[in-house]
């Protein structure tokens, strides 16, 4: 199983208040990812990176943000949680392919089940 | 506009038949696809891919198979077992882009 660890694995919390999630991957991947499944939508791209400090959004980014200051790390922050952010939220990392195929499967985290109340 | 779907939101197969998932997808830039199967409380697992200079891959008891020209993939299984009742997504990108576009899911049952 690819190193990806995703904290915390539950989380409830209040309309309004900002909330983190954390991505950690020991596989020295370049690439991560923060997708959201809902019902009816299957797994939707929220934010991903690059790289070190390279960030780009996703379709649904609207009302998170996300750094990665190191390798390993990926962060995910609601601002102000609303009832539409009740959701799963995964993490997933790709590593770069070379040469004529350019593209790589993603490896996912166990999720992160979080409910906005 | 989600660029991939997956129209059949469930299957129910009995246990040794075939199992046969379909996606259509919109983007003619797509060039990779694949097979996710996912478990409740745990994340996606890639299953299998193919890419667009094929039309057939197979890894034990699942074969995808692409049809570029309709844009149209498809997942055997055979035979059906009591533990692939799942999820499955499918997805897919373009030559370079390593974001995934997912379809909304086909859950499958497979009937002892």
């Known amino acids: 199983d690819a190193g990806i660890t995703q904290s915390p694995r539950h989380k409830v919390t209040e309309t309004g208040t900002p909330v983190t999630l954390r991505c950690h991957q020991t596989e020295n991947h370049r690439y991560m990812y923060w997708y959201r499944q809902d019902p009816g939508h299957g797994l939707r791209l929220i934010h991903y990176?690059?790289?070190?400090?390279?960030?780009d959004k996703g379709e649904v980014s609207d009302g998170y943000s996300v750094s990665r200051s190191k390798t390993e790390d990926f962060l995910l922050t609601l601002e102000s949680a609303t009832s539409s952010q009740t959701s799963v939220y995964f993490c997933?990392?790709?590593?770069?392919?070379?040469?004529?195929?350019?593209?790589?499967?993603?490896?996912f985290g166990q999720g992160t089940r979080l409910t906005v109340v | 506009d989600q660029q991939v779907k997956q129209n059949s939101p469930s299957l129910s197969v009995q246990e040794g038949r075939i199992s046969i998932l379909n996606c259509d997808y919109t983007n003619s830039m797509f060039d990779y696809f694949l097979w996710y199967k996912k478990y409740p409380a745990e994340g996606p697992t890639f299953l299998i891919s193919?890419?667009?200079?094929?039309d057939k891959n197979e890894d034990g008891r699942f074969t995808v198979f692409l049809n570029k020209s309709a844009k149209h993939l498809s997942l055997h299984i055979v035979p059906s077992q009591p533990g692939d009742s799942a999820v499955y997504f499918c997805?897919?990108?373009?030559?370079?882009?390593?974001?995934?576009?997912f379809g909304a899911g086909t859950t499958v049952t497979v009937r002892a």
């Open positions: 193919i890419s667009s200079i094929k």
């Open positions: 997805a897919a990108s373009s030559f370079g882009d390593y974001k995934l576009s």
């Open positions: 990176s690059y790289g070190v400090k390279d960030t």
């Open positions: 997933a990392i790709s590593a770069e392919v070379t040469g004529e195929r350019g593209n790589a499967e993603a490896f």
